[in-house]
Protein backbone atom coordinates (compact mmCIF):
# COMPACT_ATOMS: atom_id res chain seq x y z
CA UNK A 1 0.00 0.00 0.00
CA UNK A 2 2.93 2.25 0.29
CA UNK A 3 4.10 1.95 -3.05
CA UNK A 4 0.57 2.85 -4.55
CA UNK A 5 0.98 6.44 -3.96
CA UNK A 6 4.61 6.75 -5.38
CA UNK A 7 3.70 5.03 -8.25
CA UNK A 8 0.57 7.02 -8.95
CA UNK A 9 3.49 10.54 -8.63
CA UNK A 10 5.56 8.93 -11.17
CA UNK A 11 2.98 8.10 -13.36
CA UNK A 12 1.93 11.61 -13.28
CA UNK A 13 5.07 13.33 -13.51
CA UNK A 14 6.22 10.63 -16.53
CA UNK A 15 2.37 12.03 -18.26
CA UNK A 16 3.36 15.78 -17.63
CA UNK A 17 7.06 15.09 -19.27
CA UNK A 18 5.64 12.87 -21.98
CA UNK A 19 3.06 15.78 -23.14
CA UNK A 20 5.34 18.41 -23.16
CA UNK A 21 7.73 16.80 -25.45
CA UNK A 22 4.98 15.34 -27.65
CA UNK A 23 3.94 19.30 -28.09
CA UNK A 24 6.84 20.43 -29.37
CA UNK A 25 6.77 17.30 -32.07
CA UNK A 26 3.86 18.45 -32.97
CA UNK A 27 4.60 22.05 -34.26
CA UNK A 28 5.77 21.54 -37.83
CA UNK A 29 7.86 24.44 -39.00
CA UNK A 30 6.89 23.51 -42.68
CA UNK A 31 4.13 21.13 -42.46
CA UNK A 32 0.37 22.20 -41.91
CA UNK A 33 -2.81 20.17 -41.77
CA UNK A 34 -5.26 22.87 -42.87
CA UNK A 35 -8.45 21.56 -43.06
CA UNK A 36 -9.88 17.97 -43.01
CA UNK A 37 -13.12 16.60 -43.27
CA UNK A 38 -14.23 13.27 -43.17
CA UNK A 39 -16.09 11.54 -46.21
CA UNK A 40 -16.84 7.98 -44.91
CA UNK A 41 -16.40 6.11 -41.80
CA UNK A 42 -12.84 5.76 -42.29
CA UNK A 43 -12.10 8.16 -44.83
CA UNK A 44 -11.28 11.70 -45.26
CA UNK A 45 -9.91 14.04 -47.47
CA UNK A 46 -7.01 16.96 -46.22
CA UNK A 47 -5.58 19.64 -47.25
CA UNK A 48 -1.97 20.43 -46.24
CA UNK A 49 0.66 23.03 -46.44
CA UNK A 50 4.09 22.09 -47.19
CA UNK A 51 6.36 25.26 -46.91
CA UNK A 52 3.81 27.88 -49.70
CA UNK A 53 2.27 24.17 -51.67
CA UNK A 54 -1.10 23.35 -50.95
CA UNK A 55 -1.77 19.65 -51.34
CA UNK A 56 -5.35 18.11 -51.05
CA UNK A 57 -4.90 14.27 -50.11
CA UNK A 58 -7.26 11.43 -49.17
CA UNK A 59 -6.50 9.38 -46.24
CA UNK A 60 -7.85 6.21 -45.94
CA UNK A 61 -6.78 3.03 -43.95
CA UNK A 62 -5.07 1.63 -46.83
CA UNK A 63 -2.94 4.67 -47.40
CA UNK A 64 -2.62 8.86 -48.66
CA UNK A 65 -2.59 9.62 -51.70
CA UNK A 66 -2.23 12.54 -53.38
CA UNK A 67 -5.47 14.12 -55.50
CA UNK A 68 -4.48 17.51 -56.60
CA UNK A 69 -2.56 20.34 -55.84
CA UNK A 70 -4.65 23.82 -55.00
CA UNK A 71 -3.20 27.04 -56.92
CA UNK A 72 -2.16 30.04 -55.10
CA UNK A 73 -5.48 31.85 -56.57
CA UNK A 74 -7.29 28.78 -55.40
CA UNK A 75 -6.19 29.11 -51.32
CA UNK A 76 -6.84 33.24 -51.55
CA UNK A 77 -10.18 32.44 -53.10
CA UNK A 78 -11.14 29.83 -51.11
CA UNK A 79 -9.91 32.12 -47.48
CA UNK A 80 -11.89 35.17 -48.82
CA UNK A 81 -15.12 32.96 -48.63
CA UNK A 82 -14.51 31.14 -45.39
CA UNK A 83 -14.04 34.97 -43.67
CA UNK A 84 -17.34 35.37 -45.79
CA UNK A 85 -19.27 32.54 -44.07
CA UNK A 86 -17.39 32.65 -40.65
CA UNK A 87 -20.40 32.60 -38.39
CA UNK A 88 -19.03 33.51 -34.32
CA UNK A 89 -20.57 34.73 -31.62
CA UNK A 90 -20.26 38.34 -32.43
CA UNK A 91 -21.97 37.16 -35.94
CA UNK A 92 -24.99 35.50 -33.03
CA UNK A 93 -25.35 38.91 -30.79
CA UNK A 94 -25.73 41.25 -33.69
CA UNK A 95 -28.50 38.84 -34.80
CA UNK A 96 -30.11 38.98 -31.96
CA UNK A 97 -29.78 42.07 -31.52
CA UNK A 98 -31.60 43.14 -34.79
CA UNK A 99 -33.94 40.65 -33.90
CA UNK A 100 -34.77 42.74 -30.46
CA UNK A 101 -35.28 45.86 -32.65
CA UNK A 102 -37.34 43.97 -35.02
CA UNK A 103 -39.79 43.38 -31.94
CA UNK A 104 -39.57 46.21 -30.39
CA UNK A 105 -40.20 47.98 -33.63
CA UNK A 106 -43.38 45.55 -34.30
CA UNK A 107 -44.47 46.35 -30.82
CA UNK A 108 -44.67 50.09 -31.39
CA UNK A 109 -46.32 49.67 -34.61
CA UNK A 110 -48.79 47.03 -32.69
Same mark, same amino acid.
Given at each position: MAALPVVLLLAYLSFKLSRG?? *? !??? *?? &??? *? +?? $? !??? @??? *??? =?? =? +? &? @??????? =???? %? &??????? $?? !? %?EEVVEMKKKSNEVHLGPSTFLNFKDKLKKVNSDWRQNQ
Open positions: YM *K !TLR *KG &QFL *K +VV $E !TVP @VFN *KSA =IS =I +V &Q @VGDRYLV =IGVT %E &QGVHLLT $EL !T %E
